[in-house]
């Protein structure tokens, strides 16, 4: 970065808060009390965030007569769940392309599922009053080299001979007439396939609903280590125990309490700013009247929206794997990510500058090798979890959801059935090998990035694994 970009990025980040801009709300909900003593319940959910929020709603709107108790460790929403930028997608598989690549012969299938589960987040928001600023605006992936180009037409043809309907490829001038910036060169809308909305009030709305369905929900509570005998299974807390017929673990990111499960995913933490309010001179420059989320199609990427009042969120690129895969309040702020942030944000809106921004914060999202979530059961079947959604989980969690109450009943149903489900990802290697192969996979996909798009040996080797990382 030229010194005149750095002073500049740098003195837009000097009033940043360092605070995700979603939890610095006065709508924030107060913490509920800690577990003390025993509880004893038909289901336990382990987790607060929305993979375990919407498995306890669902779980009373499937059997309202199931007792249902919910732990968080800390508060309801704390974590990527209130972190997020907010993109809610219909996508099951972190987007078409992965899931082309994966699934092919299911891909229609998996396309159509998505699709209603978006449909019925959208109901859900509508029916239990949740207030989170929803908009069904659809998102552009925009191409900001030409390589890209052909990489999008490819999609384009690809969903519509699977029939998929939605998909508007857009030329240069199309995409610059949606929103104003000299670095696009092409896109690709899905009118339908994303929802923009505020992600810490939705998980504050569902665990609104859960509390009024008659969940109980004990937050700063932790479950430290889980049992099973006689037919029940046990969760420790510190101060207390739940026994439990059935127990959903929607712990995500943190160390899953069924520990042959951990090898599965890592962290990786990504960051994120918003600017202050736009003006009104500002806004016109930019245009973005249609408020769509937006995406490059980097192997680094950056995604962006516009907020309900008028404020951009950029994030992205910089995807920062921790040594060991610890996950500390430490890695939640990084100076030069935000700084290399800002500065590409002005590369994108030059008519921006002078704008500055008002938060500035990261944090930890669960990776898996084949970045969309995996399933299972265990102890017996008691036990059910949900994993690995890799930053595409505030549409995909609520199917998460309905796969752990599908396999904790026992039940074969059209989710139960897909290879996506009944399959796993390649585990990580233990340390060091998985620090050094993650970090050789960063520096090839920035090199790929900067060549054309061009896979280098180890890329081109990963992609024959199926381990094909982007960021």
Known sequence: MAPAAMRLAAQSLSDAQPVPF???????????????????????VVGGGYSGLWTALLAKERAPERDVVLIEAHEAGWAAS???????????????????????????VLEELGARNLDAIEAAVAA??????????????VATEPYQLDELRETYEEATRLG????????????????????????????????????ARLAWGLKRACAELGVRIYENTPGLKLSSSAGRVGVRTPYGR???????LGTNVFPSLVRRVRSYTVPVYDYALTTEPLTEEQLASVGWKNRQGLSDTANQFHYFRITADHRILWGGYDAVYPY????????????ETYLKLAGQFFDCFPQLEGIRFS??????????SRFSAFFGTAHGG???????FTGLGVGATRFGADVMLDLLSGERTERTELEMVRTKPLPFPPEPIAWAGIGLTKWSLARADAHGGRRNLWLKAMDRLGLGFDS
């Open 164 to 199: 998929l309907t939605g998909y508007e490829l857009l030329d240069r001038d199309r995409v610059r007439a949606e929103v104003g910036s000299p670095t696009f060169l092409g896109g690709l809308w899905d009118r339908r396939g994303v929802a923009m909305l505020h992600p």
């Open 82 to 108: 209130g972190r997020n930028g907010g993109f809610c997608a219909a996508s099951l598989t972190h987007g078409f392309a992965n899931g082309l690549a994966r699934w092919p012969d299911e891909l229609a």
């Open 128 to 141: 239990y009053s949740i207030d989170c600023d929803f908009e069904r605006t659809g998102e552009i992936d």
């Open 22 to 44: 979603w939890l610095d709300d006065p709508a924030k909900p107060g913490a509920l009390p800690a577990l003390a003593g025993d509880e004893h319940c038909d289901l336990l």
């Open 382 to 388: 008691k036990v059910a979890y949900a994993a690995g």
């Open 242 to 248: 739940v026994f439990a017929r059935r127990a959903a």
């Open 324 to 335: 060991g895969g610890r996950v500390t309040a430490e890695m939640d702020h990084r100076p």
């Open 359 to 368: 938060h500035a914060w990261g944090g930890a999202i669960d990776t898996c």
